[in-house]
């Protein structure tokens, strides 16, 4: 099956799994908030990321798992609804619906990420079939990628930073705020499925380089790609003065750098049982659309 087609189907599969895990309760209007932004849509990479890890160490049936892979598309929902509040980015459209803000305020907005996000690792702990140990693991990577040395530095570097136009200030953006939670995902997959220390280094340094890889395209689309496929207004990071690949190096350099950073990610997990799907979906990160 060609990658693109697969992607999609376990994108439909990881639906139906977050349709299963969507929490209620009460006040019902921050649940709404909470399943609206779920199931707004999305390529669902990051859980698919932890399945198929996992399977590329042999992992033969995932059903176990697949909570765990869910509680990781919550907390990046949850980075999405933060990220794209007026305080962070001020996007009105995320997957060409109205963002989170928009339709349920800036305070519901907030909560709602943050109920997302606890409720991501209450998901994971509440998990019966993978040993306690490895749950351990699977939480403290979470949590360091997504957290003060991951996603959240990342994005407050982007915040922060003085618009220097510097390769290292790229770099620490690029790394932390959206290849650190991709190379957590992968990770997690190796840990699952009881691979070695030198397999789950292998998973990692995999899942930092597709991260980075990943990050170029997002930035290469915002400039040229098509706001109807992409369902967001484009140019806004030019617009904003915001420090991308394109805005430094231009189309085509941004373009040789994400090829180099497929490459070496494809280099890194050769040793692994059963690379394939992991090299085939490093290869759709640069040639993406959307």
Excluded: W
């Excluded at 779920?38 to 697949?66: F, H, W, Y």
């Excluded at 509040?85 to 996007?91: K, N, T, V």
């Excluded at 170029?216 to 207004?233: A, C, F, P, S």
């Amino acid at each position: 099956m060609e990658i693109g087609s697969y992607l999609k189907k376990q994108a439909e599969f990881i639906n139906t799994k977050i349709r299963e895990h969507i929490p209620s309760g009460i006040p019902e209007k921050l649940f709404e908030a909470m399943a609206y932004s779920l199931m707004a849509g999305g390529k669902r990479i990051r859980p698919i990321l932890v399945l198929e890890s996992a399977k590329a160490l042999g992992m033969e049936n995932t059903d176990s798992i697949t909570d765990i892979a869910v509680a990781c598309e919550f907390v990046h929902t949850y980075s999405l609804i933060h990220d794209d509040l007026p305080a962070m980015d001020d996007d009105d459209l995320r997957r060409g619906k109205p963002t989170c803000h928009v339709v349920y305020g800036e305070a519901i907005a907030i909560l709602s990420g943050d109920g997302l996000q606890s409720y991501a690792f209450e998901l994971i702990s509440s998990n019966r079939t993978v040993p306690p140990e490895k749950l351990v693991k699977v939480i403290n990577l979470l949590a360091h990628g997504t957290g003060i040395y991951g996603m959240v530095a990342g994005q407050a570097a982007d915040i922060l930073h003085e618009k220097e136009n510097s390769f290292d200030d790229i770099q620490f953006i690029h790394t932390h705020k959206t290849a650190r939670f991709i190379q957590s995902c992968c990770q997690i997959g190796g840990v699952l499925a009881g691979g070695s220390e030198e397999e789950v280094n292998a998973l990692g340094n995999y899942g930092l380089y597709i991260g980075l890889a990943f990050q170029i395209q997002d930035d290469i689309l915002d400039e040229i790609g098509d706001e109807k496929k992409l369902g967001k207004k484009t140019r806004k990071d030019r617009e904003k003065n915001k420090l991308t690949y394109p805005a430094v190096y231009g189309i085509e350099k941004s373009r040789q750098v994400a090829r180099e950073y497929v490459e070496n990610a494809i280099e890194q997990i050769k040793i692994l049982k059963r690379p394939q799907i992991l090299q085939q979906i490093a290869q759709y990160i640069i040639n993406r659309e959307v």
